[in-house]
């Protein structure tokens, strides 16, 4: 029996509910599968937390984080809450500074019987992930940028050697694992090499490592052809790998080709630590409503099991994530779940209990 320590990050708003809906998908895995056992360490972290105490985060909880076997995020921020110069609660970014979570994985995936954005029946087929790199590019600027005189503003994008060859090692390792699934086997590079020299070494180590792994196909795209081809012919992509901001932006529009930031989920992967969370907020616009659309939720623990096995070298974990993944599936091609994000009845609740129920009769 394999004991595992997760630490659970359930945050604001809806992140609190989802995380909770999440708990009871867990555990039923568990059981089924068997021969592992999850100790949820509960972390008080956000805005409400920054609210009753002064803090977004305590240090000896990030330490506790760092000692978990992975951690799992449900939403953080508030709109109404932040510190006193206006800038948001997000302690998540704190850990994924303190525990170099370079690789910020976003699946884009479609599922039957979701209303597709895109007309062409092919929508159907979408299913690609955005790489995202995390702890650097236009974001090391945050909270660094400078304004004088009230006259011109600035922020530095950097961009590292080290941070890169990790990244695209990590993006042919992800697309050789899909590959073997039925993927495509292609990574491709987006930037704006063609403007700024920050993007132009990006896509020159992204070569260098490309020759390193000739088997899997590397295309290089600059960022607003993208933005176009994601939407004439997003069926037609694998892997995207990009700096911080443009993964930002597009992972939205990655989103919004699939229904909605409720079916996009995150895995924020360094080279020894794990955090995995939903892509959306807090949507204090519906939480306590029972709106909440889990999808995202379910499918980043699943994540987080996958990772796991790998990790630890357990294939029972790998069949628990199988297995949820399943249930998603199943759960729209059957109509039985049909959230309400996406113009179907289902509030959270029942979506919930429509996924135990196949998991029981998977
Ligand atoms: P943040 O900046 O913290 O990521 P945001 O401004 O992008 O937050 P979200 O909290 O992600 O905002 O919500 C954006 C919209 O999407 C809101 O209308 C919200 O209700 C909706 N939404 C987000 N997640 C879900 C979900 N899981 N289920 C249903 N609706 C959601």
């Known amino acids: 029996m394999k004991e595992l320590t997760i630490a659970l990050l359930p945050g604001d708003g809806i992140g609190k509910e989802i995380v909770s809906s999440c708990l009871k998908v867990l555990n039923r895995v568990q059981d089924k599968v068997g021969n592992f056992y999850i100790n949820f360490d509960e972390v008080h972290a956000g805005a409400e937390y920054y609210q009753r105490s002064g803090r977004e ?4 909880d990030i330490m506790r984080c760092g000692e978990a076997d992975a951690m799992l995020l449900g939403a953080m921020g508030l709109p109404d809450i932040n510190f ?21 994985v976003r699946p884009v995936k479609s599922y039957p019987n979701t209303p597709q954005p895109l007309v062409d029946s092919r ?54 694992k899909r590959k073997k699934n039925g993927g495509r086997g292609e990574v491709t590079c987006v930037d704006k090499s063609n403007v700024f020299r ?5 896509r020159k180590v992204f070569k260098e490592r490309a020759n390193l792994n000739k088997d899997i196909k590397s295309t290089f795209n600059y960022v607003d052809a993208q933005a176009l081809y994601l ?21 939205d529009l990655g989103g919004g080709l699939v229904g909605g930031m409720g079916m996009a989920p995150c895995g924020e992967i360094g080279l ?43 294939n029972d974990l790998e069949t628990a994530a199988r297995l949820i993944y399943a249930a998603v599936h199943e759960g729209f091609a059957s109509l039985k779940t049909q959230p309400n994000e996406l113009g179907g ?17 998977l």
């Open 57 to 60: 985060i305590d240090e000896s």
């Open 84 to 104: 006193p110069d206006g800038t948001e609660i997000a302690p998540h970014l704190k850990l994924r500074d303190k525990f170099g979570l370079f690789a910020g």
């Open 123 to 176: 929508a159907r087929l979408i299913d690609f992930v955005i790489l995202r790199e995390s702890t650097e590019g236009l974001f090391a600027s945050r909270g660094k940028g400078k304004v004088t005189n009230d006259t011109i503003a600035e922020d530095t994008l950097v961009i590292t050697r080290d941070t890169c060859e990790k990244l695209f090692d990590f993006a042919f390792r992800l697309a050789r």
């Open 198 to 202: 920050s993007y132009a070494f990006f």
């Open 231 to 251: 939407i004439q012919r997003p069926w037609d992509f694998d892997v995207l790998v990009m700096e911080n901001l443009l993964a930002d932006i597009l992972s």
């Open 272 to 314: 020894s630590h794990g955090l995995f969370q939903p892509a959306h907020g807090s949507a204090p616009d519906i939480a306590g409503t029972d709106k909440a659309n889990p999808t995202a939720m379910f499918l980043s623990a699943a994540m987080m099991l996958d990772w796991l096995s790998e990790k630890l070298n357990y």
């Open 345 to 361: 009845t289902h509030g959270l609740s029942e979506h919930t209990d429509a996924i135990l129920a196949i998991i029981d009769d």
